[in-house]
T-cell receptor, first 112, second 114 residues
Framework: GNSVTQMEGPVTLSEEAFLTINCTYT??????LFWYVQYPGEGLQLLLK?????DKGSNKGFEATYRKETTSFHLEKGSVQVSDSAVYFC???????????FGTGTRLLVSP | DTAVSQTPKYLVTQMGNDKSIKCEQN?????MYWYKQDSKKFLKIMFS???????INETVPNRFSPKSPDKAHLNLHINSLELGDSAVYFC?????????????FGPGTRLTVL
């Protein structure tokens, strides 16, 4: 079946550090891949997405590239801010399926 | 002009009660969903409706019954609440059913069963 595996958190960084949150997936078809972010006490917001191999999604300084050969969609940001502290969810939606399959989430804590 | 709204935001109730959570989207989307987020933040789909028709029904106890009076609304009714139902419930919507359609989430309803 389809599944998403994320690195366990929390990830603790100082402001302006480089961020990588790993995400790998298993899918039977040709999935679209997503990163969602959940700020404390709020719902999920779409951060970025990629719908086919080699696509790069980007938003607010975050980037992720759809790598079919390694079945990965790692999230990166060159310089994190305290306001980036949140839980980040990697997710996939396979061809012909309506539901999103989420990873377990990775909590990011950025200190000044 | 909230895109996906849920009410109530917090719900505290006793075991055995029946409660409902309402969801509305003003995006003109055809497909709506309910997700459950447990205490470890793990998110799992419960139901999906497309044009008021049930499309996905994961292995959810039949105490949970979704109701879609129209395309813009998907309510969740829960009978005989149990302690294990305590969670955050998220409603979401998307334009269609294809894999690339983005799902937009509501702010969540935190249900606490005592």
């Amino acid at each position: 079946g389809n599944s998403v595996t994320q690195m366990e958190g929390p990830v603790t960084l100082s402001e302006e550090a480089f961020l990588t949150i790993n995400c790998t997936y298993t899918a039977t078809g040709y999935p679209s891949l997503f990163w969602y972010v959940q700020y404390p006490g709020e719902g999920l917001q779409l951060l970025l997405k990629a719908t086919k191999a080699d696509d790069k999604g980007s938003n607010k300084g975050f980037e992720a590239t759809y790598r079919k050969e390694t079945t990965s969609f790692h999230l990166e940001k060159g310089s994190v801010q305290v306001s980036d502290s949140a839980v980040y969810f990697c997710a996939l939606r396979d061809t012909g399926f309506q539901k999103l399959v989420f990873g377990t989430g990775t909590r990011l804590l950025v200190s000044p | 002009d909230t895109a996906v709204s849920q009410t109530p935001k917090y719900l505290v109730t006793q075991m055995g009660n029946d409660k409902s959570i309402k969801c509305e989207q003003n995006l003109g989307h055809d497909t709506m969903y309910w997700y459950k987020q447990d205490s470890k933040k793990f998110l799992k789909i419960m139901f999906s409706y497309n044009n008021k028709e049930l499309i996905i029904n994961e292995t959810v106890p039949n105490r949970f019954s979704p109701k879609s009076p129209d395309k813009a609304h998907l309510n969740l009714h829960i009978n005989s609440l149990e302690l294990g139902d305590s969670a955050v419930y998220f409603c979401a919507s998307s334009r269609g059913e294809t894999g690339s359609d983005t799902q937009y989430f509501g702010p969540g309803t935190r249900l606490t069963v005592l």
